[in-house]
């Protein structure tokens, strides 16, 4: 990812000169410094003759700390490490001028924390609870990258806080911590040190408080923060190969890469040891990407190599409950066509329903009934890359996939799935039903999910066919013909 520089990461050429040496590009901090002071030094005599001392005024002025006799005479104070708010006195008043925001407020110096040595003199439990801080503290270091009205930024990567899905995977602990610390590998500063405890907790419970708790003031019972504590958050859009049926972020772009190492199983055979549970082995690698055209329809695109019979499916998916908004059950209905020999033979049409339901944050559960209409048997055809897959009659199915994920760590889930098929299983060759199991962790916008199943296809008429059919074993389906796989989900915007 790009890395993001905030204003923030650069010396203020005009207030302070102490930084330069410490600053790589400091030839050109220094170029803008001398132009800063040669416009200050060239002013108007009238600025001059009214401090009396033009020289002193200019260097005080470049001290931080210091008052400076010309931003006394002015009424203008610095903040201490912003670059982009000052404050202004006039008749006895204080206003806060934040550049950045384009916004001029009446402050008082006190209550926003700054004081004659511009030192944060506010504890933290008191400014925790001062939104005006906060939210001072936020247009001032995050809207860089976060936003003014705090909704994130997708070229910058940063989540929409005012968002009850995001706010949902947020503590006020954890919110204290990543602001402390910052998010390693990301663009993410770490603030202590830049910032007072003090802001740190402001502008943590400032971000807190974006949630959607606040647009529902008249029935706190039904609060957003009591309503999240009891949603799950998927981290991925399938569980292992049945779909989650989560919400997306509308104009959010995210892929889904699946790898099945079908050939070799992953206990048994010469795959342990000296293959890695068969992770040496073939693997079959899909592609997909996934766009939310609203935050509740979404359409995709998706590919299986050739191996497995070349498909691309296409599908809209749409969004019709959410716990989040207080329905008893999450769910989605998708609507896909798959064609074999890259969309060219082969058709099936596919009608699922995606429903789940929270236990609490902790687990989720599943049930995704599937009709597919003129399903193919799922069989493999290796060392056939340039010829398409034998055209073969279809028959009507019905499966009936259930599962769940169980966090074990905030950000660790157990997965589980089993996808028994219904009407036409002995058409389809299916002797046992197709299941998986794993366990998925989650990075932010990642999630990567390492599982071992007997089900080598993840396109939707694929995922509930298993192995035996597969490499034509019919024991290859019991638990010892199990193989490893995983899955990489990445929200790119
Ligand atoms: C240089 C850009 C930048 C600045 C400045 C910045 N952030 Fe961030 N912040 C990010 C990015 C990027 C992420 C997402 C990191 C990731 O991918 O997990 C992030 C993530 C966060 C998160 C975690 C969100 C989550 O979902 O876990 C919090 C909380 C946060 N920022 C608060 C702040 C606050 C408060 C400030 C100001 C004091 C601030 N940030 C300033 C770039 C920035």
Redesign the pocket.
Known sequence: MRR???P??FPDPCSRTSDFLRYPGGIWVAAVSITCLLALVLQPSKTQAATGSSPDGVASMATPGTPSPLAEMLGVRFIEGSTSAVLIERGGKTYVVDLMAQTIREGDLHRVGYTEGQQSLASPQSSARDPELGAK??AD??S???GADARGNAR????D?TSPR?QA??TDA??IK??REG?KG????A?SGK?SEAE?SA??SF?RSLGPQKTTPANPSASGEKQNAKVYEPADDYLYSLPTGRRVDRHGFYFNFTHRFAYNPAFTGPSIGNTLFGLDGYSISSFGLRFGVTDKLSVSAYRSPSVIGRPIELMAAYHLWDEHDGNPLNASFRISVDGQGDFSRNFTTNFEGVFSRSLRRRAQLYLVPTVSLQNRMLISKPGALSAPPPGLPGVNSFSLGFGGALDIRPSVALVAEVIPTLVNRPELGIHRPAYSFGIQKR???HAFTLGFSNSPGTVVSQRAGTRATFVGDPSADTPSGLFIGFDLMRQIY
């Open positions: 993001h520089y905030s923030i990461d503290v936020f270091k995050c860089a990258c976060h910058a990567g940063t989540p806080f995001v995977t947020l954890g919110t990543t602001i998010k990301t663009p993410m500063p603030w910032l740190i502008v943590a971000v990075v932010h916008r």
